[in-house]
């Protein structure tokens, strides 16, 4: 899973230029002026500090097969090649790797295509977007499938069963709208993004933030806050965080590779992700 999603994904940010204190302000997403528009690379990289690199990186860290590039026809031949393991009668390649290359594009150009238009377009912020498209991504990878519910419509990818991820973007509860309502398995969890400038800078807001917290507590939904150089540092850990209080077990049992942006230049063995659901019930927005 996650391979259709590959070549979109990678550089779903590189329009978004800016740092993490930029990302979360009212309007962010129309504003030009905060997002400076640029290329999407300098010589074939990915343009220095910029959404679509930190995306990458944290993409690298945490789902190193998916971030690796490859093209459709490189693709398409290594799953044709792979139908081939433990079947004895000979499979004609040729004819697999067409066929594996027009279920791509069709793939990519109706469910990917949506999932990823809908999403810029409610998203609030870059952050939001980047935040959503780790889910759909790590979704993918964890649990039975994920279904985007935006507005009336629904765009479910591999799957309907209870443990499908559900995310509702800019959802209402009560009389409050939240950044992300997601949920699996019968759980349920909120999810705020915090820009610097609009929410901890600001005290008022901030008092406001852990009063809305407390009421959806009283709800029945529990709130997860990230500050916004979270999200920017890497997404995908917010989203295994959101995950593994969702699906418990199924996120423990996901490898991650060796890091060396995490451990001072030193590479350290693979560790398991098992974030504990009791230490992620609250979280402060600092950065």
Known sequence: MGTLCEGFLVTLGTGFFGNADLCHTPGAMADSSQLQIV??????HLWPNSLAERFSKSLGVHWPELARPRSLETLSRTIAETAQVGIEAALDQSFLTVAARALHIQAATTGVQSLIAKCAHICESPLELSFALALAVSGRQITAGVSFHIGDSAITIDGESPSVLRVQP?????????DFLLSANSDSLVV???????????QDQAVRDRKRDRQLAGLGFSTF??????????AFECAGECLSFLCGKQVDQIRKPPSSDRNGGQ??????????RQATKERSPEL
């Open 39 to 44: 290329g999407t690379s300098i010589n074939g």
């Open 170 to 178: 800019q959802a209402h509860i009560g009389p409050f709208r939240v």
């Open 192 to 202: 705020e993004i915090d820009g610097w400038q609009f929410h901890d800078r600001n």
């Open 225 to 234: 806050r990230f500050a916004g150089s979270e999200v920017w540092a890497d």
């Open 267 to 276: 590479a350290a063995k693979a560790t398991t992700i098992n974030y504990s």
